[in-house]
């Protein structure tokens, strides 16, 4: 398995809702990343995880809550979101060192009314 | 802070062209570059990687080289096809204390006329 799997594929949620984006990978990566990217913008790193311990959070609003529950799974926890945090959400792995380079799912579209 | 920067931010050929996309990076401290393709609306499929102890690599028409020193990089797309229309985007790695780092350049978008 080469792939890293991203559910649901597209979400749209009220400024009010509780919701939670998933991302699962098996190529026995230790490392795991949360990417924002907007409309004709480059993907802008959000968090990473090292070993299932967070140790990069690029000041993002506590509005957003990653959780890594084991080596495989990287949940993204969503409450009160505004609408300019639509976006295409992707999830990214790979080795802790560099000698393979990122995977990236397909992103969740994530719409918030 | 890295910066990356891509040359051009847009380009359309005629079908069968030889083409070439750049990139420069500010911090020549990287581990190792990556270009992608992003469709529309999708994720990113990951083209070639080049490790910063690497001039090349090539895969099928593609071919990116890397010369760390001056901080720039270039994929050549031989013989281009318009199933080939997409962004590319450059990343570089860099390690920190903290973890490993990805930064993207802005992106060229390319259409590939029949």
């Known amino acids: 398995d080469t792939e890293v799997t991203q559910t649901p594929k597209h979400l749209v949620m009220g400024m009010t809702n509780k919701k939670s984006l998933k991302c699962e990978q098996h190529?026995?990566?230790?490392?795991m990343y949360w990417y924002k990217q907007k409309a004709k913008k480059p993907p802008e790193l959000m968090f990473v995880y090292s070993y299932e311990k967070l140790s990069i959070n690029e000041s993002v609003p506590s509005r957003f809550s990653p959780e890594c529950p084991n080596s495989s799974l990287l949940n993204l926890h969503l409450h009160a979101l505004q609408p300019e945090d639509s976006a295409l959400y992707l999830c990214?792995?790979?080795?802790?060192?560099?000698?393979?380079?990122?995977?990236f799912g397909s992103g969740t579209r994530l719409t918030v009314v | 802070k890295q910066e990356v920067t891509q040359i051009p931010a847009a380009l359309s050929v005629p079908e069968g062209e030889n083409l070439v996309l750049n990139c420069s990076f500010t911090?020549?401290?990287?581990?190792?570059l990556q270009w992608f393709r992003q469709d529309p609306g999708k994720g990113l499929t990951s083209l070639l990687l080049i490790q910063s102890s690497q001039r090349e690599q090539t895969s099928g028409r593609l071919n990116a080289s890397l010369d760390k020193s001056s901080g720039r990089s270039t994929l050549y797309i031989a013989a281009s096809q318009p199933g080939d229309s997409a962004t590319y985007l450059c990343a570089v790695r860099r390690e920190e204390t903290s973890g490993s780092r990805l930064t993207f350049g802005e992106g060229t978008q390319l259409t590939v006329n029949p």
């Open positions: 190529m026995g990566h230790r490392a």
């Open positions: 990214a792995s790979s080795q802790a060192t560099g000698i393979i380079g990122y995977t």
């Open positions: 911090d020549s401290a990287i581990y190792n």
